[in-house]
């Protein structure tokens, strides 16, 4: 997501359940338009399944360090292990805002489980 001038870009993890769903729709009903959700998980996502991800393609976000191989972002060769929970898939929550509005987004993410 591209933001502009005077925009401010949200991000927030929510552990496995609907707790991401439940804080988009509840963004969306307060009036921000772009919100997205997207899955990021400890394993990736196979090529032959198709995309997991609403952007297409079939390595982005966190999923990209995962591999387990060489240094990543997240520390030495764990990969996104270290960022996501092992537990299953997580999600990212992202919302483009203003400045002035931040605060209520961060409120309704961490209402739902998101960390921001």
Do not use: C, N
């Amino acid at each position: 997501m591209e933001s502009y001038s005077g925009e401010r870009s949200v991000l927030a993890r929510f552990p496995p359940g609907d707790g991401a769903g439940k804080a988009a729709g509840e963004l969306r009903a307060a009036g921000y338009h772009t919100v997205q959700v997207e899955r990021i998980s400890h394993y990736g996502s196979p090529a032959e399944s198709g995309s997991l991800y609403p952007g297409g393609g079939e390595i982005t976000g966190m999923t990209i360090f995962s591999s387990g191989s060489g240094d990543s972002l997240y520390g030495g060769s764990a990969g996104a292990e270290g960022a996501v929970d092992a537990g299953g898939d997580s999600f990212l929550v992202t919302v483009v805002t203003d400045e002035g509005s931040a605060g209520q987004v961060r409120g309704i993410l961490e209402k739902y489980g998101g960390s921001v």
